[in-house]
T-cell receptor
């Protein structure tokens, strides 16, 4: 069974600072991995996905993530945080059948002025 | 154009009542899902339907019954509501083979 662990339920950065949100996965087969963002009182929006093509994946709003098989990681980064990036971020892995997402516990990103 | 819509957005009800949440997608997708997000923001899948057939039922109490009248709709009916059912329920959809799931805005259910 697949699983996802997000280290750090809360991350606080200053505006303009580097954003790093950590995600480690467990999967017996090459995984499909996703990052979603949830703004307050809204649904989930797909930021980016890894589906076994390029290991460095670029997403929306300046975010990117790198798939590292040796570390079983898929960390999300952004060079410079904006106030508008404050939200909850979820890492997820897709099951082998391609019909079920397993989510990590989420990381709340706070951006200080 | 709303891709995945849910109604109602907020639902407040008393224990023991029966309620329904509706979901519609206009993306032409063939698979729809219900997820539950608890008070700690933890997201877990409840059901998955593909072409109106139940594919996944993840240890959800029998009080929860999804119904898919057609590929574009997946409704969630909950009988005998309990306090622990309070959560945000998200509907999502995807097209087989694309792997991307599109989420609705959520329905916040509060059971008092």
């Amino acid at each position: 069974a697949q699983s996802v662990t997000q280290l750090g339920s809360h991350v606080s950065v200053s505006e303009g600072a580097l954003v790093l949100l950590r995600c480690n996965y467990s999967s017996s087969v090459p995984p499909y991995l996703f990052w979603y963002v949830q703004y307050p009182n809204q649904g989930l929006q797909l930021l980016l996905k890894y589906t076994s093509a390029a290991t460095l994946v670029k997403g929306i709003n300046g975010f990117e993530a790198e798939f590292k098989k040796s570390e079983t990681s898929f960390h999300l980064t952004k060079p410079s945080a904006h106030m508008s990036d404050a939200a909850e971020y979820f890492c997820a892995v897709l099951n082998n059948a391609g019909n079920m997402l397993t989510f990590g516990g989420g990381t709340r990103l706070m951006v200080k002025p | 154009d709303t891709a995945v819509s849910q109604t109602p957005k907020y639902l407040v009800t008393q224990m023991g009542n029966d309620k329904s949440i509706k979901c519609e997608q206009n993306l032409g997708h063939d698979t729809m899902y219900w997820y539950k997000q608890d008070s700690k923001k933890f997201l877990k899948i409840m059901f998955s339907y593909n072409n109106k057939e139940l594919i996944i039922n993840e240890t959800v109490p029998n009080r929860f019954s999804p119904k898919s009248p057609d590929k574009a709709h997946l409704n969630l009916h909950i009988n005998s509501l309990e306090l622990g059912d309070s959560a945000v329920y998200f509907c999502a959809s995807s097209q087989e083979g694309s792997y991307e799931q599109y989420f609705g805005p959520g329905t916040r259910l509060t059971v008092t």
